[in-house]
């Protein structure tokens, strides 16, 4: 049985209790497919204040987390995980996508680095971890959501942690473009009807249906997924 486990560093632990304990991550580990363990950064500071920031040389706003906890919290994860791939979740780092998620997947460990602060010495990019991600283009006040979008993403991808596989075929990204849009009973509600095409009964219609719509979609809302973007924008 494929299992997969995640080693999250931070300074709020307290964060991910919720978040992990509900609906299918919760299940994901009871039936041992996933298992989560999040660590408190000041448990790895030496000072008796458990300081883990301090102002950046050269000046400049905010305080920066030191590069000494973090690579020492790495380390003590890694004398249980010794094969473990490690990841600071940074706004700078490259894009987390369904094919990067699809690839993490297949890995037996993760440790995941949430920065705080103006951000992290840039020597845990450079000599703890192994790669640095960014879930989008936006800056968040901390690596926790980043870190728990990564586990929910890459989580549902390991076997049986998702009840109908089928589905991951289907998703948004999985074949290159947003998932069709779907709907549900009643089929008339306040005179917004569901396409009749859906309710045909003609599996070929509707597959046809399906591909043109995600299509469309995947043009109106990500046109640079596309591999012939709308005209006008080619190069
Ligand atoms: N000064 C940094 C910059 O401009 O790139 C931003 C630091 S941010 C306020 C603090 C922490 O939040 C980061 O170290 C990172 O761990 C996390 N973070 C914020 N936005 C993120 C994103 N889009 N993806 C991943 N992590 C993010």
Avoid at 32 to 39: A, K, N
Avoid at 199 to 209: A, C, E, L, M, V
Wanted: net charge negative; glycine share 8%.
């Amino acid at each position: 049985m494929k299992t997969i486990r995640f080693d999250i560093i931070t300074i709020f632990p307290g964060m991910f209790a919720s978040p992990f304990n509900e609906s299918i991550l919760k299940r994901a580990q009871e039936q041992g497919l996933v298992h989560i363990g999040v660590h408190d950064l000041r448990e790895h500071t030496l000072d008796k204040h458990n300081r883990v920031d301090d102002y950046p040389f050269g000046g400049g706003a905010g305080m920066v987390m030191g590069v000494e906890p973090i690579d020492r919290a790495v380390q003590s994860v890694k004398q249980q995980s010794p094969n473990a791939h490690t990841i600071l979740l940074s706004p700078s780092g490259r894009p987390f996508d369904q094919a990067k998620a699809w690839e993490l997947s297949k890995k037996e460990s993760l440790i995941l680095v949430c920065g705080r602060y103006e951000g992290v010495d840039e020597r845990v990019r450079e000599c703890v971890v192994d790669e640095d991600l960014s879930v989008g283009d936006y800056v968040l006040s901390g690596g926790e959501i980043p870190a728990m979008v990564l586990v929910e993403a890459v989580s549902r991808l390991v076997p049986g942690v998702i009840g109908d596989e089928t589905c991951l075929d289907e998703e948004s990204f999985s074949q290159g473009l947003l998932e069709y849009p779907q709907y549900t009973r009643p089929r008339d509600y306040k005179g917004w009807t569901v396409p009749d095409v859906l309710t045909s009964g003609d599996h070929r219609k509707i597959r046809d249906w399906q591909k043109d719509e995600a299509r469309k979609k995947t043009r109106l809302n990500r046109p640079d997924l596309l591999d012939d973007p709308p005209e006008g924008e080619s190069e």
